[in-house]
């Protein structure tokens, strides 16, 4: 069965510094992976995707990601964090089989912006 | 296209009442899913609709929880009797057919059962 670990419940970083979230999939293919963003009280919003192709994923607000097909890692960077970038974010893996689309997500972690 | 639609956004009921959440999807989209978050479990997959069927209904916690899809741009979350511990945030997605596409959720319908 596929699934998604993200190891760091929490991450607090200063505005202006560079952010990377962890993310960590356990498929027996090659996966459909994606990053989502929750604000509070919102759902979430793609950040980016990742199928095939460059394994550096360019997304929304400046964020990219990393497939590491060695390391069944997709980490989501960004070089420089705005105080708006508070939020939840999640990271998904999918499909599960039959060329249907079941995202499996991560247990999520909170991003928390320090001025 | 304005999204995926749920209403209500938010819902305070007592216990033992019935709740129906309410979803629209994206038009065109073949499936649809139904998730609750919570602090606890996070977001867990309760069930889910590929054109207007359900597919998968493994992640419905109880019997007390229903779903249905009476056609493409409806579906409803149905709970009877309502308990404290269904109180979570119940999110609607949809998705389109095929590999690597993504789900585009709704923006949620915050539950409280008191």
């Known amino acids: 069965a596929q699934s998604v670990t993200q190891p760091d419940i929490h991450i607090t970083v200063s505005e202006g510094a560079s952010l990377e979230l962890r993310c960590n999939y356990s498929?027996?293919?090659?996966?459909?992976l994606f990053w989502y963003v929750q604000s509070p009280g919102q759902g979430l919003q793609l950040l980016l995707k990742?199928?095939?192709?460059?394994?550096l994923v360019q997304g929304i607000k400046g964020f990219e990601a990393e497939f590491k097909r060695s390391q069944s890692s997709f980490n989501l960077r960004k070089p420089s964090v705005h105080w708006s970038d508070a939020a939840e974010y999640f990271c998904?893996?999918?499909?599960?089989?039959?060329?249907?689309?079941?995202?499996?997500f991560g247990r999520g972690t909170s991003l928390i912006v320090h001025p | 296209d304005a999204g995926v639609i749920q209403s209500p956004r938010h819902e305070v009921t007592e216990m033992g009442q019935e709740v129906t959440l309410r979803c629209k999807p994206i038009?065109?989209?073949?499936?649809l899913f139904w998730y609750r978050q919570t602090m606890m479990r996070g977001l867990e997959l309760l069930i889910y609709?590929?054109?207007?069927?359900?597919?998968?209904d493994s992640g419905m916690p109880e019997d007390r929880f229903s779903a249905k899809m009476p056609n493409a741009s409806f579906s409803t979350l149905k709970i009877q009797p309502s308990e404290p511990r269904d109180s979570a945030v119940y999110f609607c997605?949809?998705?389109?057919?095929?590999?690597?596409?993504?789900?585009?959720f709704g923006q949620g319908t915050r539950l409280t059962v008191v």
């Open positions: 997605a949809s998705s389109l057919k095929g590999r690597g596409t993504e789900a585009f």
């Open positions: 498929y027996g293919a090659t996966p459909y």
């Open positions: 990742y199928f095939s192709g460059d394994t």
């Open positions: 998904a893996v999918g499909p599960a089989s039959g060329g249907s689309y079941i995202p499996t």
């Open positions: 038009s065109g989209h073949d499936y």
């Open positions: 609709f590929n054109n207007n069927v359900p597919i998968d």
